[in-house]
């Protein structure tokens, strides 16, 4: 089975549409959990595909998307906004973490997106309270893009095993500079705010941008677009009884 459940945005069970997004919610697609904190408001739906590099190369049907309706262009510092996933302990024991052999993370998806420039993504360790985090560029506006991120061996801070959330991977849409204001932790260190999201892009500085995603897949090793191995697409029963777990 694939590492992270529901990447290809495939079942949402609450519904397909969640409007007046403003802090922390389960909107559309299972698994996929908002996290904002006064960056605007936002509508998100999951979405049908029938066209686009997503659907013609990836072979994605579906995709989360963030409409922005009320948008912050001056976010203040401690404002954040996030699209969030959370692995549970007994999911992430592949990479070893913690241990002399220790693997890397690659985390490969499909992004879309109004507003070009600079997006983190960043892992975070809610245990040890360390994470690391890697940078992308959407370099054309409205336009599917796949991007693959690699994430260093981390030989320090073993996960449990257990079903508590213990990895928690975020997609940033904006952040304040609080979480702006240092050097990206590129190599895992122990958590500084202000090296969480430095250089990300404010997708929240305009109502006219959208922030959509699909084909998330979660990797032990470091893979480039020469070997990534294939979206591991699962039927649509054995994905919803996964989601239905939780």
């Keep these: 089975n694939p590492l992270i459940i529901n990447g290809s945005m495939e079942v949402a069970q609450r519904g397909t549409s969640a409007t007046g997004i403003t802090g922390d919610?389960?909107?559309?697609?299972d698994r996929w959990k908002t996290s904002?904190?006064?960056?605007?408001t936002w509508t998100q739906t999951q979405e049908g595909l029938s066209a686009g590099a997503a659907y013609t190369t990836g072979g994605f049907r579906s995709s989360l998307k963030m409409d922005n309706t009320t948008a912050d262009a001056s976010p203040a510092a401690g404002d954040r906004g996030r699209i969030i996933y959370q692995m549970e302990g007994y999911d992430a024991q592949a990479f070893k973490k913690g241990t002399a052999s220790a693997e890397a993370f690659t985390i490969a998806f499909w992004i879309k997106a109004t507003k070009t420039g600079t997006n983190i993504v960043e892992i975070y360790d809610n245990d040890a309270g360390r994470h690391c985090c890697t940078a992308y560029t959407v370099s054309s506006t409205d336009t599917w893009e796949h991007k693959i991120l690699n994430f260093p061996a981390d030989t320090t801070g073993a996960i449990a095993l257990s079903n508590a959330a213990k990895l928690t991977i975020s997609f940033y849409l904006g952040a304040g500079t609080n979480y702006t204001s240092g050097t990206l932790a590129t190599t895992w260190a122990a958590a500084v705010s202000a090296n969480r999201a430095v250089g990300q892009v404010n997708n929240a500085d305009s109502t006219s941008n959208n922030w959509e995603i699909t084909g998330v897949q979660?990797?032990?090793g470091e893979y480039t677009s020469s070997d990534l191995p294939p979206f591991r697409h699962e039927s649509y029963g054995d994905n919803l009884a996964r989601c239905q777990r939780y």
């Design 25 to 29: 919610e389960y909107g559309t697609c």
């Design 36 to 40: 904002f904190t006064t960056l605007g």
């Design 218 to 220: 979660m990797e032990v």
